[in-house]
């Protein structure tokens, strides 16, 4: 633990460029300190907490002067980046005619600040979104691929979740935004809405992947395979897609034969168990609105969103209310609503400006 501890605080203090002398002054100073809380007694976890995490120790030393130094040769570029980006787009709608999307070069401003003075992980989440915007607009003005063209913005999450999240954990993170994209595609191009949905199985089935006992993991693998071959023999053999969706009664029920579906509702009491019965009512009740649309209406292009309602209703139920916290959820129905019943996905993207509007708005 304390190898790794200052082997990731060196790692931090030369991204910052700070010189070898004075990053061999810190290490030696924090394996010091690390050392004496040790024979102090204290445990590794403890030690962290004591001495910080490396990236927040990094963060003390940033006052130092040849941290500061550093940041004050970047703010000098972030500080020019107003006349330049002025200058750049003149010349672009003067000489090449280009002031739409020449405008896009102002989005160069924010883009050098969070460079210049931001490690280069967070650096790259930071950047998602203005890179984001750039993709699409191109995708959208130079090849008419306004949709899918927005799939570009799924960038953002994906690209927090890969910096961010051990390796391990990754493929489960960024599943449901993998599914997403395939499901798009899948239906907008080749009309497969249904039985493309069935990519969203990747989900669990990645997930269960992680569970300790292999057995396990093989029934329920098994059980899924078995599930999706059923409901698309009965589906086009038969054209029973209904009777078809019988066959997922298989992963539950062994889920329910192994102990990881419980209902347990007894051991439950006063109002956390109503939220965990709405919690149960709501699960039905957009399976049963998914199946419905989807059938009966042939809605399968739609009919996904309504399993937005599960954690809308998970956090209504078991956090305090913050619009912050939907806003993501009502952003998409919003998004692909305007989308795709009115064919304005051009303009539809921007339903997602309610995120940090409302983060704003609640926390300003």
């Not at 949709?147 to 493929?171: E, Q, Y």
Request: proline share 4%.
């Amino acid at each position: 633990m304390k190898g790794k501890y200052l082997e990731d605080l060196r790692e931090i203090l030369e991204e910052y460029e700070a010189n070898k002398a004075e990053i061999d002054d810190i290490i030696n100073d924090y394996a010091q300190l690390y050392d004496d809380a040790k024979a102090n007694g204290k445990s590794d976890e403890e030690i962290y907490q004591i001495l910080g995490k490396p990236d927040e120790v990094v963060d003390d030393l940033m006052d130092s002067l040849k941290f500061k130094r550093h940041k004050d040769k970047g703010n000098k570029i972030v500080a020019l980046m107003p006349f330049i980006s002025v200058i750049t787009y003149m010349i672009l709608g003067f000489v090449y005619n280009l002031w739409n999307p020449g405008w896009i070069v102002f989005l160069s401003i924010p883009m050098v600040a969070i460079i210049a003075n931001t490690r280069f992980k967070n650096a790259i989440v930071a950047l998602s979104p203005f890179l984001s915007v750039i993709a699409f607009l191109i995708l959208g003005f130079e090849f008419q691929l306004w949709h899918p063209g927005w799939m570009v913005f799924l960038f953002i999450p994906m690209s927090a979740i890969i910096l961010n999240t051990r390796l391990k954990d990754m493929f489960v993170a960024i599943s449901p935004f993998v599914a997403t994209i395939i499901f798009i595609v899948l239906g907008f191009y080749y009309d497969l809405w249904n039985p493309g949905w069935l990519v969203f199985l990747m989900i669990p089935m990645i997930g269960v992947l992680y569970k300790p006992n292999k057995l396990h993991v093989f029934l329920y693998e098994l059980s899924f395979i078995v599930a999706i071959g059923f409901y698309l023999y009965m589906g086009y053999v038969y054209e029973l897609w209904a009777y078809g969706g019988l066959g997922f009664l298989l992963p539950f029920g062994i889920g329910i034969l192994l102990g990881d579906v419980k209902f347990e509702l007894d051991a439950i009491e006063g109002p956390q168990k109503n939220k965990v019965i709405v919690m149960l009512l709501t699960i039905f009740f957009c399976i049963a609105a998914f199946l419905t649309l989807g059938f009966v209406l042939d809605g399968w292009i739609y009919a996904w969103q309504v399993f937005l309602l599960i954690p809308v209703v998970a956090i209504l139920a078991f956090d305090k209310f913050r619009f912050t916290a939907i806003a993501p959820f009502v952003a998409v129905v919003l998004f692909f609503s305007i989308g795709y019943f009115f064919d304005m996905f051009h303009i539809s993207w921007l339903a997602f400006m309610i995120i940090p509007i409302a983060a704003i708005l609640e926390n300003a």
